[in-house]
């Protein structure tokens, strides 16, 4: 019933980066359904996990006390019933929970380290990245940006120097050609995919480039299933044709870029007709693909983790960079670089330092200026000049005996890591771990001390979509039973352990993250309660923000971008005899990451209920498995048996694995190896065996 609601609250969707506005129906502290409302990002539009995927926060599952391992608990492991918390845990009171919390961690310096969420406010995130920088005087802080963008970061940064997209995506409505290239945005960003679909109907021509043939397909002009792991081949095979029909922007070169006669030369050794044998695609359809970007008045690129999560992620993105530079696509309307953010608040928390060598805004850790401006406001405590540990080092650097303490904010490494059994072994190992969530996660059921947290919809915070849009999420209903919001259990904790902190409200915080963060110039808290959305940069107290930035330059010396050639780098795990198939890895419509929140929701769990993996009809007829039949997934790393969906989009050595169902875990197959820039591994190309189970 339409008026089966007593409250209208307005706020943010929880789940991708796209950052719809959403309108939250609330009666008797109950969400009884959510609309879309006219936010910048979505005008008006949800998909299905936003418009029926808001449940989970109500679902008897949620964590209502806090809890302290029993003495007598059995051993660490995944072996938590949400149902019989009480064989493992007990009941404590907050303060109970937060002096064990507090004194296990405090003192212990370097052997401590945390992993912030990017499903929590930019506040949140800023509290959290203060506490272990302040409070134990090293870096060892990060989330699961390390696992999603951190090499595009790392080569936006490097080339580009600001690691946030130069366009919004919106932006694709003034473009007459986009490439979306290892990206899925039908089903990881549904409404930014609309938008995209709109533009090819006003005849946009649409360049899809993807190992998958993914959902956009039916609507491109040039579809490109290149071979797993060789984008950087098929680019500079694109770009080598610019440079040969001299189809580039000189002027817009001369006048804002510093080394081109280096990739020029660079390119020289990568001519379609020799490429199209590594990529798999025809040298014909590179260099039409090569024309119709080169000639386009306005072209835009977007990618998603097809490009970072790889061993040569870096290099992927320093492409993408480079073919932007080279034809002059880049700071006008239409145009730009755009990687599509994972989660709501991946770019926000990102932003407010995260990430263990960046304080807030990517100001370096390793400059004595900035470490002085911080500890200005700070005060207490010393600032390690010294980069920290990332995701997957930290728990590497648990098994060599360096770290022993852990302090985790609404992330499941016990579900995200590669190698997924090595990082459960790390959680087991550690001497105190403090887990703070709404959930029993598979990684609070290693925890000795476990803080229910709040929902998005039950707090105050701001949100920073991929469009750089900084956005109010308000609460619509309290959090269950004695679960707090996050901002206020950071805070305890840090004054536990020992910090002269005072905040009284999130509102607090963001006006000290303004002191030394420039992206939120003339963004104050007054206009996002009254506006709901400032984009950054903003560049007076009524400008809405800017869709497009660098259109006379770059925040690098003297102001030039920078082209970094890339050489071909194989992939790590190579297929073999033993392994002869390549797995990839991804998310799925109707669930979110680890499943953690989609999985308790009625709808979407419904949909989508049982672990499921893709091949090509052609494969399971070779393996003599009917589709819905099972198969079993080999790697060097484990084995996982799974139901096996027929996807003629799929090529036929691939299998595309979701890794939201904790019964079949995909990332117990992956493989760990770093890209060695953006320290991001390597989930889109393991070598596996297939077998009917
Ligand atoms: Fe939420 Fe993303 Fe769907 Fe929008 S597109 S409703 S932000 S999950």
């Known amino acids: 019933d339409s008026k089966d609601f007593d409250e209208e609250v307005r706020s943010v969707c929880p789940f991708c980066g796209v950052g719809c506005q959403v309108s939250l129906k609330v009666k008797d502290n109950k969400v009884k359904y959510v609309d879309g409302v006219n936010g910048p990002a979505n005008e008006g539009r949800l998909c299905v996990k936003g418009r029926f995927g808001f449940d989970y926060i109500h679902h008897p599952h949620r964590l209502t006390k ?118 899925n945005p039908v089903e990881n960003h549904p409404v930014a995919a609309t938008f995209f679909k709109q533009f090819t109907k006003r005849g946009g021509k649409l360049i899809v480039m993807d190992p998958r043939g993914v959902g956009l397909k039916r609507h491109a002009s040039h579809r490109l299933q290149f071979r797993p792991g060789t984008d950087v081949s098929m680019l500079n095979a ?41 990529c798999g695609i025809e040298a014909e359809v590179l260099r039409d693909v090569a024309r119709t970007f080169a000639r386009a008045k306005a072209a835009m690129i977007f990618w998603g983790m097809g490009i970072s999560q790889h061993i040569h992620g870096t290099d992927n993105s320093r492409c993408l960079i480079s073919l932007a530079l080279m034809t002059g696509h880049i700071g006008r309307p239409g145009t730009g670089l755009h990687p599509l953010r994972g989660q709501n608040n991946v770019q926000g928390a990102s932003d407010a330092g995260l990430i263990p060598m960046f304080l807030p805004d990517y100001q370096s850790v390793e400059d004595d200026g900035v470490r002085s401006a911080f500890h200005e406001v700070w005060r207490d405590g010393e600032i390690s000049g010294q980069k920290g540990l990332t995701v997957v080092e930290i728990m ?47 990684t609070a059921n290693y925890a000795d001390v476990i803080l229910p947290a709040s929902a998005f919809y039950e707090k105050t915070g701001t949100v920073t979509n991929t469009n750089r849009q900084v956005q109010m999420g308000r609460p619509a209903v309290t959090p269950p039973g004695e679960a707090r919001e996050d901002w206020e259990i950071t805070v305890a904790l840090a004054k536990r352990c020992g910090l002269n902190w005072h905040y009284e409200s999130p509102r607090d915080v963001f006006d000290e993250m ?45 102001g030039r971008a920078k082209f970094t050639p890339a050489s071909i780098v194989a992939p790590d795990d190579v297929p073999d005899a033993d392994y002869p198939m390549i797995l990839t890895t991804g998310r799925q419509l109707e669930h979110w990451h680890t499943g953690s929140m989609t999985r308790r929701s009625l709808v979407l769990d419904a949909v989508e209920p049982e672990a499921n993996c893709s091949l090509h009809p052609a494969t399971l007829r070779k393996l003599g498995v009917e589709p819905g039949g099972m198969v079993r997934l080999t790697t060097k790393r484990g084995a996982i048996t799974v139901m096996a969906r027929a996807d003629r989009a799929i090529a036929p050595d691939m299998v595309f694995l979701p890794f939201a169902y904790v019964e079949a875990a995909a990332n117990i197959l992956t493989n760990p190896a770093l890209d060695p820039y953006g320290k991001i591994p390597e989930f889109k190309f393991s070598a596996v065996r297939v077998e009917k189970a």
């Open 396 to 442: 590497d650097a648990v098994h060599d005996g360096q770290i022993k303490a852990m302090y985790i904010l609404g992330e499941n490494p016990a579900m995200s890591d590669p190698d997924v059994e090595h990082a459960r072994d790390a959680l087991a190992k550690l001497d105190h771990l403090v887990v703070q969530d709404i959930f029993l996660t598979e």
């Open 514 to 558: 303004k002191l030394n963060m420039n992206s939120l110039a003339n963004i104050t808290w007054e206009r996002l309660e009254a506006e709901n959305v400032v984009m950054y940069p903003a560049l007076s107290e009524t400008d809405p923000g800017q869709p497009v930035v660098f259109g006379d330059g770059f925040p690098r010396a003297e």
């Open 66 to 183: 806090p809890l302290i391992r029993r003495e007598d608990a059995p051993a660490k492991g995944l072996n938590v019933d949400p149902g019989d918390l009480a064989s493992h845990f007990r009941e404590a009171t907050w303060d109970e929970a937060l002096d064990a919390a507090a004194n296990g961690l405090k003192g212990r310096g370097r052997e401590v380290a945390g992993f912030g969420s990017a499903k929590c406010t930019n506040e949140e995130a800023y509290l959290f990245q203060k506490f272990i920088r302040q409070g134990f005087g090293h870096n060892n802080v990060d989330h699961c940006t390390r696992l999603c963008h951190a090499s595009s970061v790392a080569a936006l940064m490097e080339n580009v120097g600001s690691g946030a997209v130069t366009a919004t995506f919106n932006e694709i409505e003034n473009a007459d050609v986009a490439i979306v290239i290892g990206a």
């Open 238 to 278: 694109i770009m080598h044709v610019i440079v040969e029909e001299e189809l580039y922007d000189r002027q817009y070169i001369e006048a804002f870029t510093e080394n081109w006669d280096a990739e020029k030369a660079h390119l020289a050794n990568f001519p379609p007709e020799k490429m199209a044998e590594v």
